[in-house]
């Protein structure tokens, strides 16, 4: 089944979609090792972890649609890309919808910001007009249909920090009459203001949790209970793997010597586990010659860990 397929059934399906962030292909492996049966590619951490820069519109197109099939084929479950504004116009937004479906992915989401945009939660947004937005997503439902009817259109207003909420709601619902599958309100200052999008936007709704960001941080039984349909974590995997790296390497640096940090490490056996090698050793035995694996191995066991 296609990946569009399956993350299309699970939002018709009951219960909470929870998606964590993927910035890269091991973090995409690690999300689904750990069991979430769907990720949300980030855009602000592509822009950190190819670039060391900020979301501020830094990441161009193809690098964000290259990273989302490098995601994409990394794991078996369904990965909904980061569109930013869809790079453009309604024409460009038409094109990105395609090069997302070629890239691999289930579905993706576009944002009404004007471009550079930057991160949701940062200061000095602007947005544009609606009917702007308006096309931007019946292109993008367009070009879904031509190519694969289940992909999934996501639409995403930043209204809230530019024009307050009731701009917020009502752009909410202009994109889901345009074709829009599930609707994105970045930025919920309150829980008030999730409880007005629910109540009021007819469609699924998606709900960003930044550790530190501007939005409440409620548990995914209290947003689930409030009537959110996905609940998105985009920001947990990067910043856990900046921390540990950050307090690592200070041991490293301050104490001289790995015996002092092995403890905060997985080993190089559970790594190999993370990329799967026996996968690969799998694919030798199947594939390379007997001459040539009894050189590779020498008579010994035959593991590449």
Sequence with gaps: M????????????PGVIVMPGAYDALSAKIIEMVG????????????????????????SFA????????????????????????????????????EYIWA????LFIEDQVWP?????????????REEMVGKVAAAVDARNEDDPDFVIGARTDAIAVAGIDEAIERAEEYRKAG????FIEAFENIDQMRRAVKEVKAPLMLNLIEGGRTPLVSV????????????????????????MTETLTILKEKGTAQAYLDRLVTFLEFAKIV??????????RYLPEKMLQLMYRGGPRRMV
């Design 180 to 183: 829009a599958d599930f609707i």
């Design 117 to 129: 945009k930057r991160c949701g939660h940062m200061f000095g947004k602007l947005i544009v007009d």
């Design 63 to 98: 690098e964000m649609r290259d990273r989302v099939a490098s995601i994409a084929r990394a794991v078996r479950i369904p990965v909904i890309g980061d569109a930013d504004t869809g790079y453009g116009n309604p024409i460009n937004v038409y094109r990105t919808v395609k």
């Design 276 to 285: 799967e090698v026996s996968r690969f050793r799998e694919m030798e035995d």
């Design 2 to 13: 296609k990946k569009s397929t399956i993350f299309r059934r699970m939002l018709s399906e």
């Design 36 to 59: 979430f049966k769907a990720i949300i590619h980030t855009g602000y951490g592509t822009a950190a972890s190819l670039l060391g820069m900020p979301d501020i519109g830094l990441a």
């Design 221 to 244: 039984k209290e947003a689930e209970e409030l009537g959110f349909k996905i609940v998105i974590f985009p920001l947990t995997a990067l910043y856990s793997a900046a921390k540990a």
């Design 104 to 107: 691999g992915a289930a579905g």
